[in-house]
């Protein structure tokens, strides 16, 4: 379940970064979403390689540094874009009416 939620929060920080019409984001900011996306997903995955791979310990415990590892990143860049506020709020003026 939190897999889920994982890949949803993943996916819609680009989408809401990239499709933003209040907000213009800098590229660095664009670039770090898509990247966190690719992470969440990659946790997901792993996550599922936990769950249903009958794996050796040797590779599991390879598995779980790189988990802790893109997990940790991840959480690092989202905060990253939360805290640094990277955007350019656009007047209700500038706003194109959806026609």
Known sequence: MISVG????SIALPISVF??????YDI???????VVCVLGI?????????W?????????IIVALIHALFGGVWIGLGLCILIAKPYRKVSDEKLEPLA
């Open 52 to 60: 249903c791979a009958s794996i050796p310990w040797s590779s599991h």
């Open 28 to 34: 660095w900011a664009r670039i770090v979403s898509i």
């Open 42 to 50: 990659a946790l997901a995955v792993l996550d599922f390689t936990f």
């Open 6 to 9: 994982l890949v949803v929060c």
């Open 19 to 24: 499709f933003s019409r209040q907000r213009i």
